[in-house]
């Protein structure tokens, strides 16, 4: 089966800089776009960040300028970069991605458990 796993959350100070990453595994033939999602305590999941194949990407107007989202394609794997982080920027952070398990499937959505973000004030 297909796993996604983040690593990189912890605890920053207000201003400080964390940088994300979601390794993939299992049985995988290609992955269409990836992105980053994040939620908030009392709040529904939010769109961070995306990135297409090409490497076209696309910001929530509350992170632009400020957060950075890469891909390596060889290694089917994602990041984010964050800095100037604010304490509003608290929330588990989700790894997203659409793969396609097997040549001429159809793409699915998965998901990454989700790794903590706290930024202190």
């Known amino acids: 089966q297909v796993q996604l796993v983040e690593f990189g959350g912890g605890l920053v100070q207000a201003g400080g800089s964390l940088r994300l990453s979601c390794a993939t595994s299992g049985s995988i033939f290609s992955i269409n776009a990836m992105g980053w999602y994040r939620q908030a305590p009392g709040k529904l999941r939010e769109l961070v960040a995306t990135i297409t194949k090409r490497g076209t990407t696309n910001y929530a107007d509350s992170v632009k300028g400020r957060f950075t989202i890469s891909r390596d394609n060889a290694k089917n794997a994602v990041y984010l970069q964050m800095n100037s982080l604010k304490p509003e920027d608290t929330a588990v952070y989700y790894c997203?991605?659409?793969?396609?398990?097997?040549?001429?499937?159809?793409?699915?959505?998965?998901w990454g458990q989700g790794t903590q973000v706290t930024v202190s004030s």
């Open positions: 997203n991605a659409g793969v396609q398990v097997r040549a001429g499937t159809i793409f699915g959505d998965y």
